[in-house]
């Protein structure tokens, strides 16, 4: 009797032991599952949230480039209009009057300017022409060169449109109705095609 209270009161002291042991293996293993998933959770989580702040970040940078953009073009249409001023401001004041103004041609020598003398000196042909003549081609000159080099830079989107349309519209809509064959015919064989393509964005050149 003594020796099997004595087996029973071992095997209920060791049996514990034994339980504790095999928990002790399982239990390792079971959290290893639990913080893999875990892990597994907070990278999906991260990447998802790391994915819409991305998108958000993107938008915002496609929003302030294209305003640079838009401002970069704005700028640049300005300088070439008023590089076009500058340059091309005797035949804009030609064409704004038509009816009829002096003009300087050189030397102080001043000599009315009419729609009748701008028909005269803008023939499309190489030749001679007398001071007043070559005043308005050379005039007329800079003005197409001007209209070209703004086009072109429409062209290629380095401005747009819009920002360069005034004033030039004005004054192709005045062309348009003083003689429009005759300016076309003139840029046309001098090689102004951008400058007449510029033109042609503006309906009234077609329709006066």
């Given at each position: 009797?003594a020796?099997?209270?004595?087996?029973?009161?071992?095997?209920?002291?060791?049996?514990?032991?034994?339980?504790?042991?095999?928990?002790?293996?399982?239990?390792?293993?079971f959290?290893?599952?639990?913080?893999?998933?875990?892990?597994?959770?907070?990278?999906?989580?991260?990447?998802?949230?790391?994915i819409?702040?991305?998108?958000?970040?993107?938008?915002?940078?496609?929003?302030?480039r294209?305003?640079?953009?838009?401002?970069?073009?704005?700028?640049?249409?300005?300088?070439?209009v008023?590089?076009l001023?500058?340059?091309?401001?005797?035949?804009?004041?030609?064409?704004?009057?038509?009816?009829?103004?002096?003009f300087?041609?050189?030397?102080?020598?001043?000599?009315p300017?009419?729609d009748?003398?701008?028909?005269?000196?803008l023939?499309?042909?190489?030749?001679?022409?007398?001071?007043?003549?070559?005043y308005?081609?050379?005039?007329?000159?800079?003005?197409?060169?001007?209209?070209?080099?703004?086009?072109h830079?429409?062209?290629?989107?380095?401005?747009?449109f819009?920002?360069?349309r005034?004033?030039?519209?004005?004054?192709?809509?005045?062309?348009?109705v003083?003689?429009?064959?005759?300016?076309?015919?003139y840029?046309?064989?001098?090689?102004?095609?951008?400058?007449?393509?510029?033109?042609?964005?503006?309906?009234?050149?077609?329709?006066?």
């Amino acid at each position: 009797m003594a020796d099997r209270k004595g087996s029973r009161l071992l095997w209920g002291a060791a049996l514990p032991l034994i339980a504790d042991n095999c928990d002790m293996h399982k239990l390792p293993e079971f959290w290893m599952n639990v913080f893999q998933l875990l892990a597994w959770c907070v990278a999906i989580a991260g990447g998802l949230w790391a994915i819409v702040r991305g998108l958000g970040e993107s938008r915002e940078n496609r929003k302030e480039r294209e305003l640079r953009r838009r401002w970069d073009q704005a700028k640049v249409g300005k300088e070439l209009v008023d590089e076009l001023i500058a340059k091309a401001w005797n035949a804009m004041t030609m064409l704004d009057w038509s009816g009829g103004r002096s003009f300087d041609i050189g030397g102080g020598q001043l000599v009315p300017i009419d729609d009748d003398t701008m028909r005269k000196a803008l023939v499309a042909k190489y030749g001679l022409f007398d001071p007043t003549e070559t005043y308005i081609r050379d005039a007329f000159d800079n003005f197409f060169f001007h209209m070209r080099r703004i086009e072109h830079a429409v062209e290629i989107a380095l401005v747009d449109f819009d920002d360069v349309r005034y004033p030039i519209e004005y004054y192709i809509r005045l062309m348009a109705v003083i003689d429009r064959p005759l300016f076309e015919g003139y840029m046309r064989f001098f090689g102004f095609d951008l400058a007449l393509a510029f033109a042609q964005r503006i309906p009234e050149w077609s329709t006066p």
